[in-house]
Nanobody, 120 residues
């Protein structure tokens, strides 16, 4: 049973920082692309940042220069360092990963989400 568990959300003032973590567990053969998404009330889920298995990264324009995505393959964990937070960053943040349970069986997994609230 593969699981993704996020942690690190919370309440922070504008201009502050938070670090989110996403840990994968279970019977895992490998992890390919990983990413962070967010969904604010009344909005669709949107992509925040992605990282490939080789470490290449990409960011939404709204977070470039403020957020940094990274991963520790040995720990099967992905991170999102969020600096200079703005009230518009308030959302539930979800992690996503392309995980192989065998060499030929790869599936898309989601975490349960962690709330980030930025006060003005």
């Amino acid at each position: 049973q593969v699981q993704l568990v996020e942690s690190g959300g919370g309440l922070v003032q504008a201009g502050g920082s938070l670090r989110l973590s996403c840990a994968a567990s279970g019977d895992i053969f490998g992890i390919n692309n990983m990413g962070w998404y967010r969904q604010a009330p009344g909005n669709q889920r949107e992509l925040v940042a992605t990282i490939t298995g080789a470490g290449s990264t990409d960011y939404a324009d709204s977070v470039k220069g403020r957020f940094t995505i990274s991963r520790d393959n040995a720990k099967k964990t992905m991170y999102l360092q969020m600096n200079s937070l703005k009230p518009e960053d308030t959302a539930v943040y979800y992690c996503n990963a392309d995980i192989g349970v065998t060499m030929t069986a790869w599936y898309d997994y989601w975490g349960q989400g962690t709330q980030v609230t930025v006060s003005s």
